[in-house]
């Protein structure tokens, strides 16, 4: 097996991180059936680790290998499905989907089918091998969980029954893809994708660029333009269509439709228990904390999905699993089921909207060990207080912000401008609002990010105007001063 080492690794080549070597097994849609989750267990017993983890972008990944999976697990892992039988498009299958997709009341389209067909493309064309590691499609089927604000390359965000409006990852690191004002119908999709990553795939060949570091989707439209680079996906587009790219910014087709704005989060949306559209049918959105998926937990919940569901388990980008198609008879067993394995299934719980990179342990680039210090304080609000509204936390080692882009309720930024390792963290609250850490007597030391934050929801809850009153909207109402009184009162 080739041992070359990446920056994003998939299964045939993993990188090394600082707490060895790191690598991911691409889940195109993030569907996975039982027997996918017995070999997923074998491969985290064998490899000697606790757990598997969620990414977000619904694939898994395996930290502090000591070596390479040897031949023989790779075989076994693609006999089930989970690596390419194309060892050159492996890395390159991020395939993400409404997690909800077929099951969704409210969805307009069915993304599932298309997201196969890709998958199948990728395939059969093993000259996209060149594509970045991090090259990725998303589907959205328009209903009430979406995909469409995740930083996907390509998005195709269903506005019709068999209607598509194409989005492209042309703004900053991070955001979401905007539209550019083309719609296409079902079946020109396949073609338009194919010759965005065709005219993408000659853009890597003429741009050149170091192997590891190779450049992103935006990179390319950046040096040619938007025009130009419509231009170019104009000859390499097999159907009849004529078209120019325009970036149309934040329209209508923004949004999903629920009517949800771009960059707004819905990653509550999902966990807890919701009707299907299917009557009588009912799916279950379970909570893993940072993504960490035991391997009890993994056979266990593969069992109750092949028991008592339709042998189907969803991955979400928000590094929690949906069981779908729980029959009303089912669910209250289902529920308990899930329960006895330690999971939570509700977004209120202090784990549920937790967010952490890999910090310290795994990372160069991090000031802090985001990942205990986040554990440490869902364990804090666990013991102390009762949430009754989601509140999302997310911990970043640097600026990077790799485990959420988005903005949440209160971010951690690790800062080790004035200290050595363990740093200190600097915050932001409530979104967009206050941001301290300019001064040194603002950063906080890890120890004391549980009390402070612990007060700080403490204040939400005294001081709020009514139950209804959101996190960020009483953060909002509290001056710099104000908030800086509540995290550091003795
Ligand atoms: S956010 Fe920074 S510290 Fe965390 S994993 Fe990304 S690069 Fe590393």
Redesign the pocket.
Known sequence: MSVERSICPDIYHPAVARDGLLTRLRIPGGVLNESQCLEIAHLVEITGLEYIQVTNRANLQLRALSRDLDNEVLTKLTDCGLAATNTAVDGIRNILISPTAGIDSQELCDVRPLADAWHEYLSHHSELGVLSTKFSVGFDGGGSVGIVDRPNDITLLAVGDHEFSLHLGIGERGSAPLPVGVRLELDECLPMLGAIAQSYRQGIEELGGDVRRKPRLRDVIRHYGLAGFSDRVQREFTGSRRFIFKNLGLDRDSCGANGSALAETQCEHHLGVHPQSQAGFWYLGVVLPLGRWTIDQIKGLGQIAARSGSDNLRLTPWQNIIIPDVTTANLERVQRLVADLGLVQTANHPSSLLRA???AT??Q??ATD?QADAIALANYLATNFTLDRPLNIHF????????QHDHADITLW?DDRHTQLPGRYRLSIGGVTAEFGQEESDLLPPEKVPISIGKLIAAYHDLRLDPQESFSTFTNRQSLIQLQQILHAV
Do not use: M, R, V
Not at 396 to 403: E, L, M
């Open positions: 990179c890999a910090g795994g990372c680039f991090s985001t970043s080692g640097c600026d990077k912000s790799c485990a690790g």
